[in-house]
C-alpha cells in the first residue's frame, strides 16, 4: 500500500504564487507516471499537468504559470504555481503509478480570491 499526502494549498490573491508537495511512503524512483489534477466546486476532475516517462505536459489554462518537478531523494512530487488566478480555485490531488497501479492522495484546497 503507498500512501500520499498533499500539502502546501491556502488561500491566497490573485497574483501570488503556491507550491504544492505530494510526499509518498515510499521511493518513487520507480515511478514513471505522476501528476496533479484538480477539481473544482461543481466541475469535474482535470489534469493538471502530469509526467510520463520523461515527458512533461501541462493543462492550456496553466501553461506557463505552473511547473510540475520531482525529488526523489525526498519522494516528493511539487507544483509551483504563479501568477493564481481565481478560476485555478480547487482542490488540487496527485496520482502515482507503482507497477501498473494508480494511487491517490487526498488533496489539498487552493483558494485564490480576485
Known amino acids: 500500500q503507498v500512501q500520499l499526502v498533499e500539502s502546501g494549498g491556502g488561500v491566497v490573491q490573485a497574483g501570488e504564487s503556491l507550491r504544492l508537495s505530494c510526499a509518498a511512503s515510499?521511493?518513487?524512483?520507480?515511478?514513471?507516471?505522476m501528476g496533479w489534477y484538480r477539481q473544482a466546486p461543481g466541475k469535474q476532475r482535470e489534469l493538471v499537468a502530469n509526467?510520463?516517462?520523461?515527458?512533461?505536459n501541462y493543462a492550456e489554462s496553466v501553461r506557463g504559470r505552473f511547473t510540475i518537478s520531482r525529488d526523489n531523494a525526498k519522494n516528493t512530487v511539487f507544483l509551483q504555481m504563479n501568477s493564481l488566478k481565481p478560476e485555478d480555485t480547487a482542490v488540487y490531488s496527485c496520482?502515482?503509478?507503482?507497477?501498473?497501479?494508480?494511487?491517490w492522495g487526498a488533496g489539498t484546497l487552493v483558494t485564490v480570491s480576485s
Open positions: 515510499r521511493t518513487i524512483v520507480s515511478s514513471n507516471i
Open positions: 509526467m510520463r516517462w520523461g515527458s512533461i
Open positions: 496520482k502515482v503509478n507503482f507497477y501498473g497501479m494508480d494511487y
